[in-house]
């Protein structure tokens, strides 16, 4: 597991990027010590894209459009070790990580998802929570495995839904809760207080 309190700190994305900014400013404001190295986007012309140019952080993009799964993987893969970072974080990537990348860093891959798992995983998590009528709803950062939104859970954040609610407006108050659990999991990674046990997690509470 990633345990330094400097990590090199990659980001994965594929759109709007406000989580990604959440990182840059909490570099910035050195709420956390650990630098993001390289922002690797799998779409051209995307909004994290001008969010790390404008932070004057190093991106890629490595396209995944017209190519076959395996090749974008390869790609992927020979990226990251080059880069061989100490955290990968997915931060809005739409796409489903291969086993390849998974072994090569294990425990060093985390996501954030807009529900609190395992309810509602995949894709458009806070319309699922509203077409099942849920009264909360939250976020989830954990760690990546194989599977689909299963890894082992860092932290969850809850929020409540209101009776009229879209899936736009629970959205934006998911998102700002969203970028504080992302930042706080990267804290709790970088100070070495997140304890894998199998498929939990136990955080340390001591200083
Ligand atoms: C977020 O809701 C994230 O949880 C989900 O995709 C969205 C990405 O938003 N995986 P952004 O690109 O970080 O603004």
Known sequence: M?????????????????????????????TIASRIIMVISNKENVA???????ANIP????????KSKDVYNKELLKSLQTLNPDLIVLAGYMKILPSSVINCFPN???????????????????????DFGVKITGCTVHFVDEGCDT???????????????????LSLRLLKKEHAALV????????????????????REEP
């Open 2 to 30: 990633a345990n330094n309190a400097k990590m090199k700190i990659v980001v994965l994305v594929s759109g709007r990027g406000t989580n990604l900014q959440a990182i840059i400013d909490a570099q910035q404001t050195k």
């Open 108 to 130: 060093k891959i985390i996501n954030i998802h807009p529900s609190l798992l395992p309810s509602f995983p995949g894709l458009k998590a806070q319309q699922q929570a509203l």
């Open 48 to 54: 994290a894209l001008d969010r790390a140019e404008k």
């Open 59 to 66: 991106f890629q993009v490595i396209t995944s459009k017209g």
């Open 151 to 169: 890894g082992p859970i860092i932290l969850q954040e809850y929020e409540k839904v209101h009776n009229n609610d879209s899936q736009k407006s």
């Open 184 to 203: 706080q999991a990267i804290q709790l990674i970088e100070n070495n207080k997140v304890i894998l046990q199998d498929r939990k997690t136990l955080l």
